[in-house]
């Protein structure tokens, strides 16, 4: 079993509306999550992390659920610009800090 | 945010040949830095972390001879493929956290080798 699984996509979404997605981890001993956000052949850039009580930045709200071992991301009045490869990233209680596990992507795809 | 350049952005190269990417910390001192690679449609498999000062540690199934690092100054780690195959043909890139900054990891711009 991967230690970092995600749901593939891609998830087509007309301009303007909500889209979510989940991403679950393995190791319960997981310590730190982010959303990654990587554009076609480029680096992945950092989206936001994600907090025990969930968060908010702008149109995106990212929840954790340490019971069921999942994060989510949501993505309110989708834009163009917001078509990308989402990346769930974990970051373990036993590795060093920056020594990361990625999620395979979540394509979205958002449409005119 | 901090950043992280990395250098060549794309390479091509002969079989046989080997190949460094150079990956530097612009403005923050990284102690330990991270390799990965990722093939199209696939997520980023760390390779080996970096540490400044000592060897490498690789991960499982990722051969050290093949993939040198050296990470020589507190801003600077190298990854050489040595005696590229056309299978090595992938997208490398190197990250590093800012202690400054918190827990997340800057990526570099990545390296596209192409082996021919």
């Known amino acids: 079993r991967k230690e970092v699984e995600q749901d593939p996509g891609p998830f087509n979404v007309p301009e303007g509306a909500t889209v979510a997605f989940n991403c679950t981890y393995s190791?319960?001993?997981?310590?730190?999550f982010f959303w990654y956000r990587q554009d076609c052949r480029k680096e992945p850039k950092l989206l936001m992390s994600?907090?025990?009580s969930g968060n908010e930045d702008g149109r995106f709200t990212a929840q954790l659920n340490r019971a069921s071992q999942y994060i989510s991301l949501l993505i309110r009045d989708s834009k163009l610009s917001d078509s990308a490869t989402y990346l769930c990233v974990v970051n373990r209680a036993t590795d060093s800090w920056g020594k990361l596990q990625f999620g395979a992507g979540t394509q979205v795809v958002v449409t005119p | 945010g901090a950043v992280v350049s990395q250098h060549p952005s794309r390479v091509i190269c002969k079989s046989g040949t080997s190949v460094k990417i150079e990956c530097r910390s612009l403005?923050?001192?990284?102690?330990?830095m991270f390799w990965y690679r990722q093939f199209p449609k696939k997520s980023l498999m760390l390779m080996a972390t970096?540490?400044?000062?000592?060897?490498?540690?690789?991960e499982q199934g990722v051969e050290k001879d093949k993939f040198l690092i050296n990470h020589a100054s507190l801003t600077l780690s190298t990854l050489t493929v040595t005696s590229a195959h056309p299978e090595d043909s992938s997208f490398y890139i190197c990250s590093a956290r800012d202690p400054g900054q918190g827990p997340e990891a800057f990526f570099g711009q990545g390296t596209r080798l192409t082996v021919v």
């Open positions: 970096s540490n400044e000062g000592s060897k490498a540690t690789y």
């Open positions: 403005d923050f001192q990284a102690t330990t």
């Open positions: 190791n319960s001993a997981s310590q730190s």
């Open positions: 994600v907090y025990s």
